[in-house]
Nanobody, 125 residues
Framework: QVQVVESGGGLVQAGGSLRLSCVAS????????MGWFRQAPGKERDFVAA?????????NYANSVKGRFTISRDNAKNTVYLQMNSLKPEDTALYYC?????????????????WGQGTQVTVSS
């Protein structure tokens, strides 16, 4: 069983930055494809960013965060990061980390097998 645990959320003013962390347990966690999603109250869970398992240079972003957010991973620590800069009030949401035990990526939440409990990000105007 794989466990995924997010951390790093909080309250920040518009224009500020936060870095989210996601630790995936398991001996082969470094081989997982990882993604970040977010869900605002009353809305669907939306794709934010993804990084495939074998190369930290292979990343994908939602248009809404491209140029502001950066996803990266430290395989030695089984950790994926989401650096969020120039935050806007519309970035306010519960942010989830997701994992799948194979290469590739998807913006579809159903593609991922394992999910964390989420970490809240609130951006004030």
């Amino acid at each position: 069983q794989v466990q995924v645990v997010e951390s790093g959320g909080g309250l920040v003013q518009a224009g500020g930055s936060l870095r989210l962390s996601c630790v995936a347990s398991g001996r082969t966690a470094s081989s997982y494809s990882m993604g970040w999603f977010r869900q605002a109250p009353g809305k669907e869970r939306d794709f934010v960013a993804a990084i495939i398992s074998w190369s930290s240079r292979s990343t994908n972003y939602a248009n809404s965060v491209k140029g502001r957010f950066t996803i990266s991973r430290d395989n030695a620590k089984n950790t994926v990061y989401l650096q969020m800069n120039s935050l806007k009030p519309e970035d306010t949401a519960l942010y989830y980390c997701a994992a799948r035990g194979s290469t590739g990526w998807s913006a579809d939440p159903s593609w991922y097998h394992y999910w964390g409990q989420g970490t809240q990000v609130t951006v004030s105007s």
